[in-house]
Every structure is written in structure tokens, then in C-alpha cells.
């Protein structure tokens, strides 16, 4: 156990929808990555943040958005959803920025059909 | 071209063996991270290396800044070895804003 936690485990939801997954980082832990795995595209970085502001994006599309709240939990939000977006979500954290090891959380399923 | 490659892409071998996995990185990094993808999904950092050699148990990492190489190895190789390994680079960039750059993994089975 990491002590990252993520909800929901599975989403079945369909095209077109609006989904929110929550990742919840280690006690104490500042930073939170998002990441998708996609089957075609394997594990890709989506958005970091630390202590409440974001600190660097990478492959996010502009139909995701992403926050971290004052209590360090993060959530991932997934709009106007697509069958490519079918995937699994993990989130990570880290006691800060990027010299330190990332403990990743047991990820959300998402399905859209 | 990937920034990260791995190889082989997918190993079988008897329980027993010495297993090596290979990663090679073609930007300039701060950090190489080898994570262990269970059947059920989960991912476990396994070590975060800058320089040198880690081990841990029957796990030895290793990394090679200037030819952009890290091995993983494992002795005595055992079933529950089986998993997904998959090598992740932190390019450098300063102030800790980055994730990690992704290898596709190499499927690993050890057969009994």
C-alpha cells in the first residue's frame, strides 16, 4: 500500500460525459502527478501540482482540467469524453518537486462506450 | 524516436535465471525511476537512481549517465517476479516541474 488513494476504482461512463476522478496523496506529500495509460500510448504525464498551484503539464488535453484544494487532494476533471479516452488514471505523489521518488496510487479505470 | 527505449520487450525465463532489462534515454536527466506494473494494474516504484548502483532483495539497478543507460537486474528470478517493468525518465528542467517520460516496458514471465 502506497498511501495514495483514488476514487473511484472503475467509471463506466458514455461518450460525450463529464467525469471527475479524486486522488488523495501520501501524508505529508505536496506534489501530485496525474498519468494515463492508454493501450496505444502507454504511460503518459498529464499535469503536476504542488501545494496548490500547477507546476508543469505535459500531454493534457484541453478537455481535461485538474486542481489541487487547500487539504492536498487533487482531482482530475474529463470532459466531453470520447472512446480514445478510455484508459487507466493514476495519480502519484511526492514530498515535493521532482528529485524524489513517486508513490503511485492503484489508479481509476475509465471506460466510455 | 522514443526518449525512452527498453528492451527486450517482452522475456520469458526459468525460475532461477538472471534477469536483465535494459533502458536507454536520449535527453538529459535528472532522475531514472524503475517501476514494477502488477497483472491487476498497480504500480510500485521500485527504485529512483541518479548515479551509481541501488539494490534491494534481488533487485539491483544500475545507470550509466554519460552513455544514457540503466540496467535492471534480478537474481534468482522467481514467479511472482512476473510483471510489466517499466523505466521512467525526469528530464531536467529545475524546480522539481516535470513528471516522468515513460519506456513501454518490458513484459516479463518466469515460468516454474
Known amino acids: 500500500d502506497s498511501g495514495v488513494t483514488q476514487t473511484p476504482k472503475h467509471l463506466i461512463t458514455a461518450t460525450g460525459q463529464r467525469v471527475t476522478l479524486r486522488c488523495s496523496p501520501r501524508s505529508g506529500d505536496l506534489s501530485v502527478y496525474w498519468y494515463q495509460q492508454s493501450l496505444d500510448q502507454g504511460l503518459q504525464f498529464l499535469i503536476q501540482?504542488?501545494?496548490?498551484?500547477?507546476?508543469a503539464k505535459g500531454n493534457i488535453l484541453e478537455r481535461f482540467s485538474a486542481q489541487q484544494f487547500p487539504d492536498l487532494h487533487s482531482e482530475l476533471n474529463l470532459s466531453s469524453l470520447e472512446l480514445g479516452d478510455s484508459a487507466l488514471y493514476f495519480c502519484?505523489?511526492?514530498?515535493?518537486?521532482?528529485?524524489?521518488?513517486?508513490?503511485f496510487g492503484p489508479g481509476t479505470r475509465l471506460t466510455v462506450t | 524516436k522514443n526518449e525512452v527505449e527498453q528492451s527486450p520487450q517482452n522475456l520469458t525465463a526459468q525460475e532461477g535465471e538472471f534477469i536483465t532489462i535494459n533502458c536507454s534515454y536520449s535527453?538529459?536527466?535528472?532522475?531514472l525511476h524503475w517501476l514494477q506494473q502488477h497483472p491487476g494494474g498497480g504500480i510500485v516504484s521500485l527504485f529512483m537512481l541518479s548515479s551509481g548502483k541501488k539494490k534491494h532483495g534481488r533487485l539491483i539497478a544500475t545507470i550509466n549517465i554519460q552513455e544514457k543507460h540503466s540496467s535492471l537486474h534480478i537474481t534468482a528470478s522467481h514467479p511472482r517476479d512476473s510483471a510489466v517493468y517499466i523505466c521512467?525518465?525526469?528530464?531536467?528542467?529545475?524546480?522539481?516541474?516535470?513528471?516522468?517520460?515513460f519506456g513501454k516496458g518490458t513484459h516479463l514471465i518466469i515460468q516454474p
Open positions: 521512467a525518465v525526469l528530464s531536467y528542467s529545475g524546480g522539481g516541474a516535470d513528471g516522468l517520460t
Open positions: 501540482y504542488y501545494n496548490g498551484e500547477e507546476r
Open positions: 502519484a505523489s511526492s514530498p515535493s518537486g521532482g528529485g524524489y521518488e513517486q508513490y
Open positions: 535527453v538529459g536527466i535528472s532522475a
